[in-house]
């Protein structure tokens, strides 16, 4: 009997996380659904289950080395394995002029944005290649676009924010070392613009739904061999890093 597909979603308790869960789980994938706070996770996942979806909570702070490292013990003990990583958990920062955001902000959004993904891949490494083969998807943003930001005609050339936006860029950056280097363990890595997604990030302001802002993170999370890997895509296409 072949194990049911498992998949990790960080910062999975709501918007596109929580309806990136829903709709792996949709899939057939069995959720762990990552978030710091457990009231709201158990709510999610209790939502989850309302609809038939496979769901667990998974407590971790992307941020803090022990909490990561006791979540990736936790799965290791009830599955011995994951199928898919999906890195959601992020933060805008301070949306101020690149000259006035401190550096503490900087930090602070880095911290989350760039450090916390490589620490929670390294650290569930060994549970991703225990499945043979499986994904990783960073969820990127296309402010992470160097060739969409020093573009004057893109619609989000005037969005100048230097914490976010750089962060984005290293994490693509990331993308494509970690890419490079799992392959050879049948692991695929890409990076995922959701777009501008109606979140609490931007006030809902965002002209996407979180199901489509999802659709394209799931797309990745769910290659086959032979899909592609070490990309940048919006809905399936790719996006100029």
Same mark, same amino acid.
């Given at each position: 009997?072949?194990?049911?597909?498992?998949?990790?979603?960080?910062?999975?308790?709501?918007?596109?996380?929580?309806?990136t869960a829903r709709q792996m789980?949709?899939?057939?994938?069995?959720?762990?659904?990552?978030?710091?706070?457990?009231?709201?996770?158990?709510?999610?996942?209790?939502?989850?289950?309302?609809?038939?979806?496979?769901?667990?909570?998974?407590?971790?702070?992307?941020?803090?080395?022990?909490?990561?490292?006791?979540?990736?013990?936790?799965?290791?003990?009830?599955?011995?394995?994951?199928?898919?990583?999906?890195?959601?958990?992020?933060?805008?920062?301070?949306?101020?002029?690149?000259?006035?955001?401190?550096?503490?902000?900087?930090?602070?959004?880095?911290?989350?944005?760039?450090?916390?993904?490589?620490?929670?891949?390294?650290?569930?490494?060994?549970?991703?290649?225990?499945?043979?083969?499986?994904?990783?998807?960073?969820?990127?943003?296309?402010?992470?676009?160097?060739?969409?930001?020093?573009?004057?005609?893109?619609?989000?050339?005037?969005?100048?924010?230097?914490?976010?936006?750089?962060?984005? +860029?290293?994490? /693509?950056?990331?993308?494509?070392?970690?890419?490079? =280097?799992? &392959? !050879?363990? *049948? #692991?695929?890595?890409? @990076?995922?613009?959701?777009?501008?997604?109606? +979140?609490?990030? /931007?006030?809902?302001?965002?002209?996407?739904?979180? =199901?489509? &802002? !999802?659709? *394209? #993170?799931?797309?990745? @999370?769910?290659?086959?061999?032979?899909?592609? +890997?070490?990309?940048?895509?919006?809905?399936?296409?790719?996006?100029?890093?």
């Amino acid at each position: 009997m072949m194990l049911k597909k498992t998949v990790l979603i960080t910062g999975a308790n709501k918007s596109i996380g929580f309806e990136t869960a829903r709709q792996m789980g949709r899939r057939g994938y069995s959720v762990w659904l990552g978030s710091r706070d457990a009231a709201r996770g158990e709510e999610a996942v209790r939502l989850l289950e309302a609809e038939g979806i496979e769901a667990r909570l998974l407590i971790i702070d992307v941020t803090d080395a022990a909490s990561v490292k006791q979540a990736a013990d936790h799965v290791h003990r009830e599955d011995g394995k994951l199928d898919a990583l999906i890195n959601n958990a992020g933060i805008p920062g301070q949306m101020v002029p690149p000259s006035q955001q401190s550096i503490d902000d900087i930090r602070t959004i880095y911290e989350t944005n760039v450090f916390a993904p490589v620490l929670v891949t390294q650290t569930f490494l060994p549970l991703l290649q225990a499945a043979g083969t499986a994904t990783i998807v960073m969820v990127s943003s296309g402010l992470g676009s160097l060739g969409w930001l020093s573009d004057p005609d893109n619609q989000f050339y005037g969005v100048n924010f230097l914490g976010y936006n750089s962060s984005k +860029t290293a994490l /693509n950056a990331i993308t494509v070392s970690l890419a490079k =280097e799992l &392959a !050879a363990f *049948g #692991i695929k890595v890409n @990076a995922a613009d959701p777009g501008y997604t109606a +979140t609490d990030f /931007n006030g809902h302001s965002g002209y996407r739904t979180v =199901e489509q &802002a !999802a659709s *394209g #993170i799931v797309w990745l @999370a769910s290659l086959d061999e032979t899909g592609p +890997t070490g990309g940048f895509f919006f809905d399936g296409e790719v996006v100029p890093w």
